[in-house]
């Protein structure tokens, strides 16, 4: 379970400090580390932190956690396969489209961490998936949404807005 630590402008520059490919023992403690971090920074460490380029990476860590192939991933996102492949091959950044996506979905993932931190027994948190749990919410289709997916409204701002608002919706113990 991640921690909740402050961040300081310091950390900015560190943001994206992660293994070029995905361990395959140690994956997981880089991915709670960027869930902390996303949980943890201000608003403008995020904003720096895309801007100077979203891994592609972070592509494989999103899809080990949500225990979604790859090629899922990459349609939420918006990438072709082909250009990813070349991207993550030459150790290169996301598009930038593409990297905004990949944050809002790890935005997501981060605030259903948080959602669940403090609205539950910390020993039962600790036993709880919580990542398959984000995997199948960010897949069902959502009444508040007309029946849309929340993965389907991270395609642009205005959909990652309302997707945001239903998550403080359900921080704030209002139906979900």
């Given at each position: 379970?991640p921690?909740?630590?402050?961040?300081?402008?310091?950390?900015?520059?560190?943001?994206?400090?992660?293994?070029?490919?995905?361990?395959?023992?140690?994956?997981?403690?880089?991915?709670?580390?960027?869930?902390?971090?996303?949980?943890?920074?201000?608003?403008?460490?995020?904003?720096?932190?895309?801007?100077?380029g979203?891994?592609?990476?972070?592509?494989?860590?999103?899809?080990?956690?949500?225990?979604?192939?790859?090629?899922e991933?990459?349609?939420?996102?918006?990438?072709?396969?082909?250009?990813?492949?070349?991207?993550?091959?030459?150790?290169?950044?996301?598009?930038?489209?593409?990297?905004?996506?990949?944050?809002?979905?790890?935005?997501?993932?981060?605030?259903?961490?948080?959602?669940?931190?403090?609205?539950?027994?910390?020993?039962?948190?600790?036993?709880?998936?919580?990542?398959?749990?984000?995997?199948?919410?960010?897949?069902?289709?959502?009444?508040?949404?007309?029946?849309?997916?929340?993965?389907?409204?991270?395609?642009?701002?205005?959909?990652?807005?309302?997707?945001e608002?239903?998550?403080?919706?359900?921080?704030?113990?209002?139906?979900?």
């Amino acid at each position: 379970m991640p921690t909740v630590v402050p961040r300081s402008a310091a950390d900015r520059d560190s943001f994206w400090s992660i293994p070029r490919s995905v361990p395959s023992r140690a994956w997981e403690a880089t991915w709670l580390r960027l869930v902390d971090q996303f949980i943890n920074c201000d608003s403008f460490t995020l904003y720096k932190a895309v801007e100077d380029g979203v891994p592609a990476v972070v592509v494989e860590y999103i899809s080990r956690a949500l225990n979604q192939p790859t090629p899922e991933v990459l349609v939420i996102i918006g990438l072709p396969e082909t250009r990813y492949r070349r991207k993550l091959e030459a150790g290169e950044a996301l598009p930038d489209a593409a990297g905004h996506r990949a944050v809002a979905l790890m935005r997501v993932s981060a605030k259903l961490w948080q959602l669940l931190a403090e609205s539950g027994d910390p020993r039962e948190v600790a036993e709880f998936n919580v990542d398959a749990w984000v995997s199948t919410w960010i897949n069902a289709p959502l009444p508040e949404l007309g029946g849309s997916t929340p993965a389907a409204l991270l395609r642009n701002p205005d959909g990652q807005r309302v997707v945001e608002t239903l998550l403080e919706r359900m921080r704030g113990g209002l139906a979900a």
